[in-house]
């Protein structure tokens, strides 16, 4: 059996607050008062950060190859955002909140790619791509897992105020001990930052600090100039129409994604009432699921490609959506638990699939703000998707947003079918 590197083991801690954060902020905005709306505009201000924090954080990543900093930096900051979650008592606060954890998060979360690329050779990239997103997975699982117990124990004995914010301070935990084993375990690439302990830490800071004020008041203006845009939608940069085309479809289906898992768990509380322990458990299910699907989605991508990977899971979603609506009108609840682990396993195809195109075909020298693109683009599909589904929820009923992703995908179908080979 295959060793895992040590510093896996870091984002599989980092992702067990992630997971927990994950249903917390939206389970906790309701307890607080929270409509689907509100809990969708949430959701799209953490996106909107993501946006912005991407292409921020993709240049800052191709800058340096010491990006160890940037890991200490989020875990870090992750830990100190948690820990204030515990003592916020509105729901206009969490939006700010939000935006502080996301923005914390994506400077490991596009770095995390750099590092497995730059440790391990090309021809074994998807694998450990696969290797580190199931170890990611396994985090994550195990923070919903923990977040379904805490949640089910606690409040039958401090009720459901305490449990939530308990539970906060549990995630904050989490991201602080992930900071400690990155401390000790990370890759140390050659760097003009020399250091041990906190002074990594204090170079983490003082590259945010420089790097912020040299990038970023220019990083929205920049993103957003026209003459950029057109020319980026016209494939006319050095990252080439292919990886354009990729994004494209990458775009739309992050709006549709959004436009379902945004409002879902107001769906599951307002409309099928189940519980906070219950709606941790069926998000358990779904990444189970997607950790044990990564080598079936590696096997697949060896065999028939990139594109064909992406369009299989792509597929896969349509039916799974037009499914949870048939759920919300009447179709037996039991069959839920099932759409949401085939959901969990159209998961690993695509991550692993744009993952690796976006890895493959960036320029070596832009591979950094080629993955920042696609973060901020997955970002600014969220915002839409989120804004979008959480409104329709309220409007017209939980069905229109879960139709109109189904709608979305099979139009961003032919996107990704362009070009069926993989990627060289």
């Known amino acids: 059996m295959k060793r895992i ?4 083991w870091s984002f599989g801690v980092i992702n067990i607050a992630l997971g927990i954060f994950s249903q917390l902020l939206p389970l906790y905005a309701y307890f607080l008062g929270a409509k689907a709306g509100e809990v969708g505009l949430l959701a799209a201000v953490g996106s909107a950060t ?3 924090a991407s292409l921020f954080w993709g240049k800052v990543a191709d800058k340096t190859s010491n990006h160890r900093p940037l890991v200490l930096l989020s875990f870090f900051g992750l830990a100190l955002v948690y820990a204030v979650l515990a003592f916020l ?5 969490l939006f700010a909140l939000n935006a502080g954890a996301t923005f914390f998060w994506t400077s490991a979360g596009t770095v995390s790619t750099l590092l497995v ?3 391990f050779s090309r021809t ?3 694998r450990e791509l696969g290797l ?3 170890v990611s997975g396994m985090g994550w699982t195990a923070g919903l897992v923990l977040g379904a117990l805490w949640t089910t124990i606690l409040a039958r004995l401090v009720g459901e105020a305490w ?4 539970l906060a301070l549990v995630a904050a935990l989490m991201a602080m001990g992930a900071g400690t084993m990155a401390l000790r375990f990370l890759p140390k690439f050659p760097s003009s930052i020399q250091g041990h302990g906190l002074q990594w830490l204090t170079a983490a800071v003082g590259t945010f600090v420089a790097e912020l004020r040299r990038y970023g008041p220019l990083q929205l203006l920049g993103a957003l100039n026209p003459v950029q845009l057109f020319r980026f939608f016209q494939g006319r940069t050095a990252f080439g129409p292919e990886l354009v085309l990729c994004y494209y479809g990458e775009f739309l289906s992050f709006v549709a994604f959004a436009l379902v898992f945004a409002p879902f768990p107001v769906f599951l509380r307002q409309n099928l009432g189940w519980p906070n322990e219950l709606v941790f458990s069926l998000y358990v299910a779904h990444h189970l699921v997607s950790i044990f699907a990564y080598r079936w989605a590696r096997r697949t991508i060896e065999r028939f490609g990139h594109r064909p990977a992406l369009a299989l899971a792509l597929f896969l979603r349509v039916g799974i959506f037009v499914g949870f609506a048939a759920v919300g009108a009447g179709v037996p609840k039991s069959l839920l638990p099932i759409f949401f682990g085939l959901a969990g396993l159209s998961w690993s195809f695509f991550q692993l699939s744009t993952m690796a195109l976006v890895s493959r075909l960036s320029p070596p020298a832009l591979r950094g703000q080629g993955v920042g693109i696609y973060n901020a ?5 969220n915002v839409i998707g989120a804004s979008l589904g959480g409104f329709l929820a309220d409007g017209f009923g939980f069905a229109a947003p879960f139709l109109s992703a189904a709608a979305l995908l099979f139009i961003t179908l032919p996107v990704l079918l362009v070009e069926g080979r993989p990627a060289d």
Request: hydrophobic content about 40%.
């Open 89 to 93: 008592g509105d729901v206009r606060p």
């Open 163 to 166: 449990s939530l914010r308990s």
């Open 117 to 119: 690329l730059a440790t």
């Open 132 to 134: 580190f997103n199931a």
């Open 377 to 381: 683009l997955s970002g600014l599909g």
């Open 50 to 52: 993501t946006i912005v």
């Open 5 to 8: 590197p040590s510093w896996y």
């Open 124 to 126: 074994q990239w998807e």
